[in-house]
């Protein structure tokens, strides 16, 4: 038996002393009983803010663990819930009258945030089974989730048009403190937020050029992206060659009898940016790095989700990014790279000084998901996309941006519109107010997943 099964029991019963009126210190005694029936876990006292009604919470304890409800109503499951984090948090699958609408992860261990799962039913009596489905203990953590409530939440009017940006190697754009085409452009993507309905700003690498003793160049790259977090635009940076210590001052290798190793040396980008920065990380492959890991956020009355993954990513991160993908299947997936698609559009066969190729990457992740749409690179070229066909007969759209401008500072911006389920994408400079219109691209039938 596990030590979290003896502990559950405990704390059952402690949560039924509460229940029955014996006095506890700091824990609200409450008429309203739990509307929840739990198999597998406890009803016990509210740990989390704002305490429900009854005072108490419904734990699930491990993927055996699920709890049931009645639900009055019309509209979406909205589930409220804590979750206790253990190298990842919690997700929950909901089942309405015997079919399964979705699934969501958990995200905070103090707030009961409200968490819409799936799409809308009819008015009616529902039955609602929520279980835990990715349950995991360490000798250090466990990972379980509490349940404070489960209603119906009627869904606002969707706009079903919104736009994200991918910047492209931005190393030609932190040579020099008087050089304003980097902060010029996040400038720019904040100034036009409301006009594009900007929800989220990634990068395909390459942000800076190299690293000098005095960070220089990253503190050029900082203080740019200091406006979308003042102006709560999430955003993420897959890190390119030139962001890790394999690359020396002038763009040569550091030292190259140990390239390999150094790619993997990102301490300093990891000093300048992290996941709070980013605004809307839920998870990484190492703990304290950005150099693999995912965000969501819900725009367009879907669920998305952005991966950066390390350049020519190892085994052992592409197997993360499996799971991952595989544990939100309601999600659209945004793969962001800095090295997959060649200069004339072609997957790359090379892993250069890395691990794995991108073909290893497309054939072990990226073809393998429905829910994987997006993929985005730099490194060489200028600009292109292509569009691959999964193994489950899905659509895949990558793009490549590169561009290594000297004189302006390109942006790719994606408009998508769920309702039509069609994609344009165009590229522009604002620093010149130039436009590439040789790369705009308007594409339908994407197949997303709701």
């Known amino acids: 038996m596990r030590i979290k099964r003896l502990r559950s029991a405990m704390i059952a019963v402690v949560a039924g002393m509460a229940m029955a009126g014996v ?32 005072g108490t919470q419904a734990s699930l304890w491990g993927n055996s663990s699920y709890a049931t409800t009645t639900i009055d109503g019309s509209g979406r499951v909205a589930v409220g819930a804590i979750g206790d984090n253990c190298e990842g948090w919690p997700t929950i699958r909901v089942t309405v009258d015997g079919k399964v609408v979705g699934t969501s992860t958990i995200v905070s261990a103090t707030s009961y945030g409200t968490y819409p799962v799936g799409t809308a039913v009819g008015a009616g009596r529902h039955n609602v089974k929520i279980e835990l489905i990715n349950d995991f203990q360490s000798a250090a953590c466990d990972r379980n989730v509490h349940l404070a409530y489960a209603r119906m939440e009627t869904p606002a009017t969707v706009d079903t048009k919104f736009s994200f940006a991918v910047m492209p190697d931005t190393q030609q754009e932190v040579l020099n403190a008087g050089d304003t085409r980097f902060r010029n452009r996040t400038d720019w993507l904040v100034s036009n937020k409301s006009a594009l309905d900007l929800r989220f700003v990634t990068h395909s690498g390459d942000v800076v050029n190299w690293d000098t003793p005095d960070h220089s160049q990253y503190a050029i790259a900082q203080n740019a992206m200091r406006a979308l977090e003042t102006a709560k635009v999430p955003y993420s940076l897959a890190i390119g060659n030139h962001d890790t210590q394999a690359t020396g001052v002038g763009g040569s290798a550091r030292d190259p009898a ?8 990102t301490t300093v980008f990891n000093r300048y ?19 693999n890991s995912f965000s969501t956020y819900e725009a367009g009355g879907v669920q998305w989700l952005v991966m950066t993954l390390e350049l020519w990513p190892r085994t052992e991160v592409v197997n993360w990014a499996k799971n991952v993908v595989a544990a939100n299947p309601h999600h659209n997936v945004i793969v962001v790279t800095h090295d997959y698609l060649d200069g004339n559009g072609n997957i790359e066969q090379s892993s250069e000084y890395g691990a794995n190729s991108a073909q290893y990457l497309f054939d072990n992740l990226i073809k393998q998901y429905t829910n994987i749409k997006f993929v985005f690179s730099g490194h060489v070229g200028i600009a292109g996309n ?56 308007s594409l339908a039938g994407l197949g997303l997943v709701r």
Do not use: C, M
């Not at 198999?39 to 009854?54: F, L, N």
């Open 23 to 54: 006095g506890l210190a700091g824990v609200a005694s409450a008429d309203t009983p739990s509307q929840f029936t739990v198999t597998g876990g406890a009803i016990r006292p509210a740990t989390g803010t704002p305490v429900p009604a009854s």
């Open 258 to 265: 140990h390239t390999r190793e150094l790619v993997r040396d």
């Open 273 to 291: 940016f992290t996941a709070a920065q980013y605004g809307a990380v839920k998870g990484q492959f190492e703990a304290g790095k950005v150099d």
């Open 386 to 441: 292509r569009v691959d066909t999964g193994v489950h007969g899905n659509k895949i759209y990558s793009f490549l941006q590169t561009f290594h401008s000297n004189s302006t500072n390109p942006v790719r911006l994606v408009e998508i519109d769920t309702k039509a389920d069609s994609l344009r994408t165009w590229v522009y400079g604002p620093y010149n107010n130039q436009s590439f219109t040789e790369y705009d691209r």
